[in-house]
Nanobody
Framework: QVRLVESGGGEVQPGGSMRLSCTASGFNLGSHVMGWFRQLPGSEREGVSSIDTSDGTTYYHQSVKGRFTISRDNAKNTIYLQMNNLGPEDTARYYC???????????????WGEGTPVTVSS
């Protein structure tokens, strides 16, 4: 049974940093593209960042380039999202996802975590 479990969400002040983790079970990293979406209530889920766990190729949404860094530890079956210089616009529920395909859109994901909340507020 495949599971994706996120951790690391919470509340942070503007300009602060936070690191999200997502640990996969039921499959080994190296065979999937994994990453993060975020969603506000009433809004569509937005692709934030992804990483090809076989070769490390990364993708970032334009709004997070230069602030967020995605990485993976295949030995721990875990990916990370380091988020720096956070702003209120980053407030959302962040979901870990995985796919064997190459299109980073919600409808193409094979697996989802339950999400972790990130709140950026003073």
């Amino acid at each position: 049974q495949v599971r994706l479990v996120e951790s690391g969400g919470g509340e942070v002040q503007p300009g602060g940093s936070m690191r999200l983790s997502c640990t996969a079970s039921g499959f080994n990293l190296g065979s999937h593209v994994m990453g993060w979406f975020r969603q506000l209530p009433g809004s569509e889920r937005e692709g934030v960042s992804s990483i090809d766990t076989s070769d490390g190729t990364t993708y970032y949404h334009q709004s997070v380039k230069g602030r967020f860094t995605i990485s993976r530890d295949n030995a721990k079956n875990t990916i990370y999202l380091q988020m720096n210089n956070l702003g209120p616009e980053d407030t959302a529920r962040y979901y870990c996802a995985a796919t064997m395909g190459g299109i980073w859109r919600p409808q193409y994901m094979a697996y989802w975590g339950e999400g972790t909340p990130v709140t950026v507020s003073s």
